[in-house]
């Protein structure tokens, strides 16, 4: 049985969630390996429709083992909000498991997000606002608190104060108050009742998994072009979403992954800021919004729009490892009359780039190279397998894999669990 990372292929939101839903059924273990609740991911079952923000999306199924790994930063308030809501819905939470190595987002990492973006003024990042940056940031520093802290308060109260003699500082730099460490103690105390009995080492059971042979999925949050080093920095997030962070994040060995699926809209869009070279300022932009329902899962912002990246999915494949593609989305592209593929990029200076990413500055300086493709008439949602495709829609997925170099493995052509297939049964 496989370890598989199922990373973003391209700016976020690509389909994560729904594609881990749908394999989640096979799978014994899922991890989120990085990143934390600025992930929004989608999942629509039969319990209902949910973005998931740190619960894995492996736990709608109740015999996978669900861990938030070591990579990630997890904010406890936001975990017991989104745990609240599953339970709500009448999913259990047996199987979920937090490792105990996990940074945690703390109320003044949010604080600090919202100051440092508004002191970026016109060069904001567009963050989540989430505290993600702040939180990764003093892990870098050794400042951070782990959610393991949270089992040793003798511990948990020295690191605290020693994380807000500079934090306060910092946040009276940026105009902000002062936090109170007995408040905040009090308030990480309420998590340890809480949450404590899931922190655990999780490595251990991911030990077990693996030479028990079983199936393992390892969970990205983001995409690569928003990865902390192979993304359009500074506009990325602060951890890295690629595949092979993911054995790192998640307490694997660096080999032990046999299978990479990257995870693809069959267009593009992104949310925040940052050169976006196929972006659709058109009534063409507008239509993929409204028809796609792009808005921010976690924010509600309106997502920008595009055509499909043909530079960005190879560069995404060849950094990732790919093993696979799953396209996701592509019932969106109904109705269209043409399509557009952006298969190089052209500089100023007229050379033509195909097979590397340029750097932000160069990318906001790039015109997009097109090729036209017939659309479809027919709804492609009904569809449940290659065959069952308009032969325009798999002529252009042919044309998508072969860009990226990398097999289509799943086709999704609605948001349903059952609305994905494997194309090869
Ligand atoms: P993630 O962050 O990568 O998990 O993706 P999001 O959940 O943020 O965004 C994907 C959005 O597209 C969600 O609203 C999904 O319900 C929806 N979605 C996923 N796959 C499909 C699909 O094949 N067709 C349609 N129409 N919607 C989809
Ligand atoms: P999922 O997992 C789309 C974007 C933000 C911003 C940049 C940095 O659902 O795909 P951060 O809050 O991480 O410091 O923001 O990254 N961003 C996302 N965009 N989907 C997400 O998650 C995102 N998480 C962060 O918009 O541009
Ligand atoms: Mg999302």
């Keep these: 049985m496989p370890v598989t990372a199922i990373v973003g292929a391209q700016w976020g939101d690509e389909g994560k969630g729904r594609i881990i839903d749908f394999l989640a059924q096979q799978a014994d273990v899922v991890i989120r390996f990085q990143g934390g609740d600025n992930a929004g991911h989608t999942v629509i079952n039969e319990y209902g429709k949910h973005a998931l923000h740190l619960v894995p999306s492996g736990i709608f199924n109740p015999t996978t083992q669900n861990i938030i790994g070591a990579g990630c930063v997890v904010n406890p308030a936001s975990l017991l ?30 604080l600090l997000d919202e100051l440092e973006e508004k002191a970026r003024g016109k060069d904001s990042i567009g963050t989540t606002k989430r505290g993600i940056g702040p939180a990764y940031a003093d892990k870098a520093a050794r400042s951070g608190l782990r959610m393991g802290d949270l089992l040793h308060p003798d511990w948990l109260e020295a690191r605290l104060d020693n994380a807000l003699r500079t934090i306060n500082r910092k946040l009276q730099i940026l105009g902000g108050e002062p936090m109170d460490g007995q408040e905040l103690y009090a308030r990480l105390m309420a998590y340890r009742r809480k949450l404590g009995h899931r922190i ?61 699926i990257g995870v693809v809209k069959a267009y593009s869009t992104a949310v925040g800021e940052g050169p976006f070279p196929t972006e659709l300022l058109d009534e063409t932009g507008d239509r993929l919004r409204e028809v796609g329902g792009e808005f921010g899962a976690t924010t509600g912002r309106p997502r920008r729009c595009g055509w499909f990246d043909g530079v960005a999915i190879r560069y995404a494949a060849w950094l990732n490892g790919m093993t696979g593609l799953a396209v996701t989305k592509l019932d969106v592209l ?40 017939p659309g479809w008439r027919r709804d492609a949602t009904a569809a449940r397998s290659w065959d069952e495709l308009p032969r325009a829609a798999r002529a252009y997925l042919n044309r998508i894999s072969e860009l990226a170099g990398v097999p289509i493995a799943y086709v999704s052509v609605g948001p349903e669990r059952e609305q994905m297939f494997a194309t090869v049964p």
């Design 334 to 373: 109904d109705g269209f009359d043409e399509l557009k593929i952006c298969t190089g990029y052209r500089l100023p200076t007229g050379e033509v780039i195909t097979d590397v990413m340029p750097d932000t500055p160069q990318l906001y300086e790039v015109t997009p190279i097109y090729e036209t493709w």
């Design 81 to 110: 909000d989104e745990m609240a809501r599953l339970q709500a819905a009448g999913v259990a939470l047996d199987s979920l498991w937090i490792c105990h190595r996990a940074q945690m987002v703390m109320p003044y990492h949010r």
């Design 200 to 260: 655990v080492d999780t490595m251990a059971l991911l030990r077990r998994a693996l030479e028990a042979d079983a199936d393992i999925l390892l969970e990205g949050q983001l995409g690569v072009m928003r990865d902390l080093d192979w993304g359009i920095y500074p506009y990325v997030t602060s951890s890295n979403p690629t595949a092979a962070f993911a054995p790192s994040g998640a307490g694997l060995p660096a080999g032990s992954l046999d299978r990479v």
